[in-house]
């Protein structure tokens, strides 16, 4: 903190009236101290920081702060208002103000600095310290930490206030020992001691750099007022270091005070939770602790957030290397494959509009005629080009985006589009994200000097990498990636007959193994990298469709059991049977899962045998799809579409035999027969009820 903040970035006397104002005139020291390059620049960053949330809190404190690309080093400027300035506190106008400036790349020391400025604001001695400091000089050294708040005003020291608190408990225990000592011999068992309430919280702001930490020392402090375990994740700028699954599994409620998405939200899911803006966690800390603690008692908990995301899964120390890699491949595929449907999707309508010669049409932009159909067509069809055009790129970016996280976007797109312009393509796009991470994550093990490090993430990192990236893309691996991205190619434009079909059972058995786990997504991206160029080949369009409709069958074959012998399934699977006709038609695996979980030896291979029989069929009777996904929807862009039907219809036929089969060789399962018995029950019980009509 020593080089943040100086007596001469202290302004004891501050006359500014206006927020904007106090903002300028600690700007203007910063300025002169050379720490900001241009005013207007960081006033403005400061300014549109400001329009996410207010920076005033309860207290009489203001902290306006930003990140920027005009700041040369991590800066805190403190001003101490008279009349006040109002900076949207909700209990008025504020009289101490901390003007925070962060680099653009500010690294982790010196934002884990900023951040335990922020925890010390919410200590009343502190506040009160600084408002009676009588120069620059002190208030400077009490925000370092270099001098304690006056004797008068200090805190309890934590070991003082430990003995103290070791004392008071020896006395207690000394006074009770008589009447424990009573009890014991009343009773032969004392009741054990109940357990605290037990809280974890998130918090998280828009910067990272001050709310962030202010909402996670308000709530501990709050927690320990009134007698709760609370445990704080806090997710800043400087990173954030994942509370122990143990922890989280002992809570008894969650708090989320945030501003941006809770990163892996799912973590706390089947709790009690309260869920606010970080401003609700500084300043109404005890009110959510009543709150959560209200909700326990009611038994009111949240569902799943819905799977995490690849990048935010793939942190875990304790995982094998090969876990790592298949999710850092998942990163860049499950960011790739919006591109692919948008583009695919955009192509196959473009076709459809304008006829298969659509691809020769002029541009747009030098012919579009708005009454004409071909127009459209071509318009359709460009737009698909260009989404295509990031396909290799994303893919690349984001692998190195999983193993890196932003450090790797940069090497990543730029290793990606390089793979377009030597023909590497898919593969290229693979081998460049690997390699973009891998150079990232070796430059950050570097021990890097501290006056380095906040240009490390904006100009050393992406050109260091980069330049190493490209360099063997070019040179070294390039040509041997195309050579064996053009012999897939050719690979598959010769499938014919008997391989073809096989191909298709194979990629069929893929796509229902694990619905929409790793085995599909492999089948799913293999087809897709088919048909992610501009004029894919016949052979990957029938690959294509033959991977969808393998896709649709599961979830349509459950609904189809449910349906015609419903006594074999609980009254909850009847229920989903019937989600899963619109699933299965829309493509969508998943559907299938909660069958899968409930009855995975019988449902699973049944599964299976039927998608295997579909994309056989698929690829014996060519059928052709262009467009990645959509299910029954894009039914009219296939090729031979009513064979195309047929082959869904015998797989999902066949896998409901075999379910409806395998089900029926065992017994009704208990919730079935009990559901419909009481529902034969109360049917009879009515009838005998029943009056009869005049």
Same mark, same amino acid.
């Given at each position: 903190?020593?080089?943040?903040?100086?007596?001469?970035?202290?302004?004891?006397?501050?006359?500014?009236?206006?927020?904007?104002?106090?903002?300028?005139?600690?700007?203007?020291?910063?300025?002169?101290?050379?720490?900001?390059?241009?005013?207007?620049?960081?006033?403005?960053?400061?300014?549109?920081?400001?329009?996410?949330?207010?920076?005033?809190?309860?207290?009489?404190?203001?902290?306006?702060?930003?990140?920027?690309?005009?700041?040369?080093?991590?800066?805190?400027?403190?001003?101490?208002?008279?009349?006040?300035?109002?900076?949207?506190?909700?209990?008025?106008?504020?009289?101490?103000?901390?003007?925070?400036?962060?680099?653009?790349?500010?690294?982790?020391?010196?934002?884990?600095?900023?951040?335990?400025?922020?925890?010390?604001?919410?200590?009343?001695?502190?506040?009160?310290?600084?408002?009676?400091? /009588?120069? #620059? %000089? $002190?208030? @400077? +050294?009490?925000?370092? &930490?270099?001098? *304690?708040?006056?004797?008068?005003? =200090?805190?309890? !020291?934590?070991?003082?206030?430990?003995?103290?608190?070791?004392?008071?408990?020896?006395?207690? /225990?000394? #006074? %009770? $020992?008589? @009447? +424990?000592?009573?009890? &014991?011999?009343? *009773?032969?068992?004392?009741?054990? =001691?109940?357990? !605290?309430?037990?809280?974890?919280?998130?918090?998280?702001?828009?910067?990272?750099?001050?709310?962030?930490?202010? %909402? $996670?020392?308000?709530?501990?402090?709050? &927690?320990?007022? *009134?007698?709760?375990?609370?445990?704080?994740?806090?997710?800043?700028?400087?990173?954030?270091?994942?509370?122990?699954?143990?922890?989280?599994?002992?809570?008894?409620?969650?708090?989320?005070?945030?501003?941006?998405?809770?990163?892996?939200?799912?973590?706390?899911?089947?709790?009690?939770?309260?869920?606010?803006?970080?401003?609700?966690?500084?300043?109404?800390?005890?009110?959510?602790?009543?709150?959560?603690?209200?909700?326990?008692?009611?038994?009111?908990?949240?569902?799943?957030?819905?799977?995490?995301?690849?990048?935010?899964?793939?942190?875990?120390?304790?995982?094998?290397?090969?876990?790592?890699?298949?999710?850092?491949?998942?990163?860049?595929?499950?960011?790739?494959?919006?591109?692919?449907?948008?583009?695919?999707?955009?192509?196959?309508?473009?076709?459809?509009?304008?006829?298969?010669?659509?691809?020769?049409?002029?541009?747009?932009?030098?012919?579009?005629?708005?009454?004409?159909?071909?127009?459209?067509?071509?318009?359709?069809?460009?737009?698909?080009?260009?989404?295509?055009?990031?396909?290799?790129?994303?893919?690349?970016?984001?692998?190195?985006?999983?193993?890196?996280?932003?450090?790797?976007?940069?090497?990543?797109?730029?290793?990606?589009?390089?793979?377009?312009?030597?023909?590497?393509?898919?593969?290229?796009?693979?081998?460049?994200?690997?390699?973009?991470?891998?150079?990232?994550?070796?430059?950050?093990?570097?021990?890097?000097?501290?006056?380095?490090?906040?240009?490390?993430?904006?100009?050393?990192?992406?050109?260091?990498?980069?330049?190493?990236?490209?360099?063997?893309?070019?040179?070294?691996?390039?040509?041997?990636?195309?050579?064996?991205?053009?012999?897939?190619?050719?690979?598959?434009?010769?499938?014919?007959?008997?391989?073809?079909?096989?191909?298709?059972?194979?990629?069929?058995?893929?796509?229902?193994?694990?619905?929409?786990?790793?085995?599909?997504?492999?089948?799913?991206?293999?087809?897709?990298?088919?048909?992610?160029?501009?004029?894919?080949?016949?052979?990957?369009?029938?690959?294509?469709?033959?991977?969808?409709?393998?896709?649709?069958?599961?979830?349509?074959?459950?609904?189809?059991?449910?349906?015609?012998?419903?006594?074999?399934?609980?009254?909850?699977?009847?229920?989903?049977?019937?989600?899963?006709?619109?699933?299965?038609?829309?493509?969508?695996?998943?559907?299938?899962?909660?069958?899968?979980?409930?009855?995975?030896?019988?449902?699973?291979?049944?599964?299976?045998?039927?998608?295997?029989?579909?994309?056989?069929?698929?690829?014996?009777?060519?059928?052709?799809?262009?467009?990645?996904?959509?299910?029954?929807?894009?039914?009219?862009?296939?090729?031979?579409?009513?064979?195309?039907?047929?082959?869904?219809?015998?797989?999902?036929?066949?896998?409901?035999?075999?379910?409806?089969?395998?089900?029926?060789?065992?017994?009704?399962?208990?919730?079935?027969?009990?559901?419909?018995?009481?529902?034969?029950?109360?049917?009879?019980?009515?009838?005998?009820?029943?009056?009869?009509?005049?």
């Amino acid at each position: 903190m020593s080089d943040m903040i100086t007596a001469d970035l202290v302004d004891l006397d501050l006359s500014a009236d206006t927020k904007e104002a106090a903002a300028r005139a600690l700007a203007e020291r910063m300025v002169a101290q050379g720490r900001v390059t241009d005013l207007d620049g960081f006033l403005a960053d400061v300014a549109a920081r400001e329009a996410q949330m207010p920076t005033g809190l309860d207290g009489g404190i203001g902290i306006p702060h930003c990140r920027s690309a005009h700041v040369t080093e991590p800066t805190l400027a403190f001003g101490r208002s008279a009349a006040g300035i109002d900076f949207g506190a909700p209990d008025g106008p504020a009289d101490l103000v901390f003007l925070i400036a962060a680099p653009a790349g500010a690294d982790d020391a010196h934002l884990t600095i900023l951040s335990s400025l922020a925890r010390q604001l919410m200590n009343t001695e502190f506040t009160d310290a600084l408002r009676s400091a /009588d120069d #620059a %000089a $002190a208030a @400077a +050294a009490l925000i370092r &930490g270099e001098e *304690a708040p006056k004797a008068s005003e =200090a805190p309890e !020291p934590q070991g003082a206030a430990e003995g103290a608190s070791g004392t008071a408990g020896a006395a207690e /225990d000394s #006074a %009770a $020992a008589p @009447a +424990a000592a009573s009890a &014991g011999a009343a *009773a032969d068992t004392p009741a054990p =001691a109940a357990r !605290p309430f037990r809280v974890v919280a998130v918090t998280s702001c828009p910067t990272g750099i001050a709310h962030t930490y202010m %909402a $996670a020392e308000s709530l501990e402090n709050a &927690g320990r007022e *009134a007698g709760v375990e609370l445990v704080v994740e806090t997710q800043g700028s400087a990173g954030f270091t994942r509370l122990d699954p143990a922890v989280i599994a002992a809570a008894d409620g969650v708090i989320f005070a945030h501003d941006v998405p809770v990163r892996d939200k799912d973590r706390f899911a089947g709790k009690p939770t309260v869920d606010v803006g970080v401003k609700a966690g500084i300043n109404r800390a005890a009110e959510l602790i009543t709150e959560v603690r209200g909700k326990a008692e009611r038994g009111e908990v949240t569902a799943g957030a819905g799977p995490a995301t690849p990048v935010e899964r793939a942190g875990d120390s304790t995982e094998g290397y090969g876990t790592k890699l298949r999710k850092w491949l998942m990163s860049g595929v499950s960011y790739m494959v919006p591109f692919v449907a948008a583009g695919g999707l955009l192509i196959a309508l473009g076709f459809a509009i304008g006829g298969y010669k659509i691809n020769k049409a002029p541009s747009v932009m030098d012919h579009f005629v708005w009454t004409q159909t071909d127009s459209w067509g071509a318009l359709l069809f460009q737009i698909g080009v260009v989404a295509f055009g990031f396909l290799v790129p994303v893919l690349a970016g984001y692998i190195a985006y999983g193993m890196a996280d932003r450090p790797g976007l940069v090497p990543g797109f730029v290793g990606g589009a390089i793979a377009l312009t030597i023909n590497a393509g898919f593969l290229g796009g693979l081998a460049a994200g690997l390699i973009a991470g891998g150079v990232v994550m070796a430059i950050q093990k570097v021990a890097i000097p501290p006056a380095l490090r906040g240009v490390m993430p904006v100009v050393v990192i992406p050109l260091i990498s980069s330049a190493v990236v490209g360099f063997l893309m070019f040179v070294v691996i390039g040509k041997p990636i195309a050579a064996a991205q053009k012999g897939m190619t050719d690979w598959l434009g010769g499938l014919t007959g008997t391989n073809a079909v096989l191909l298709g059972a194979l990629l069929g058995l893929m796509m229902c193994f694990d619905l929409g786990g790793p085995v599909n997504k492999v089948a799913y991206t293999f087809a897709t990298a088919g048909i992610a160029v501009t004029n894919p080949s016949d052979s990957a369009m029938k690959i294509m469709a033959a991977v969808m409709a393998a896709g649709m069958v599961p979830p349509l074959a459950m609904a189809l059991a449910t349906t015609v012998r419903g006594r074999l399934f609980t009254r909850t699977e009847r229920e989903n049977g019937k989600a899963a006709w619109v699933l299965g038609l829309s493509f969508i695996s998943e559907g299938a899962i909660p069958f899968a979980a409930a009855d995975p030896l019988r449902v699973i291979p049944s599964a299976m045998v039927g998608g295997a029989l579909t994309g056989a069929l698929s690829m014996a009777f060519g059928a052709t799809l262009r467009a990645p996904h959509g299910g029954i929807f894009v039914v009219p862009l296939i090729g031979n579409p009513f064979l195309y039907l047929i082959a869904i219809a015998a797989g999902v036929c066949v896998t409901t035999g075999l379910v409806v089969l395998l089900k029926g060789l065992r017994k009704p399962a208990p919730e079935a027969t009990a559901a419909d018995s009481a529902a034969g029950a109360a049917g009879a019980a009515g009838e005998r009820k029943q009056p009869v009509a005049a």
